[in-house]
């Protein structure tokens, strides 16, 4: 149960993610999210576009798992990695925070799931 709940967690921050690169990239909220000017944002739209796309496709992956329910252990375990992948790499390449904001919970998913929680 605690494993699901954290999945699900996951899950809807992504779909938050997406979001703000998908809609509210080029925005004033977006801007002061991410640190951007106007004029990036306006530059690297479709970079972001495109990144929230990606985001979707971790949150697809997540809810089929969700919803395969006990069926959907390694498909799970899959789809948190690749979270943690995405996370420590942004980590190391933008952003410390990342590591927290991201990675963080999808370990925690991970470890929860892995125990049997």
């Known amino acids: ?20 690169e998908m809609i509210a990239w080029d925005s004033p909220s977006g801007r002061k999210t991410f640190g951007t000017t106007p004029e990036f944002s306006t530059a690297s739209k479709a970079l972001a576009m495109n990144q929230g796309l990606y985001n979707g496709f971790l949150v697809a ?17 899959f789809f948190l990695g690749c979270v943690v992948v995405a996370g420590v790499f942004g980590a190391a390449t933008v952003s410390r925070k990342i590591l927290y904001v991201q990675a963080l919970p999808a370990i925690l998913a991970l470890a929860a799931l892995l125990i049997g929680w």
């Open 61 to 77: 992956g997540l809810v089929w798992g969700l919803w395969l329910g006990t069926g959907g252990f390694a498909i799970k375990v």
């Open 1 to 20: 149960m605690v494993a699901t709940v954290l999945i699900a967690l996951v899950a809807a921050l992504h779909v938050y993610f997406m979001y703000l």
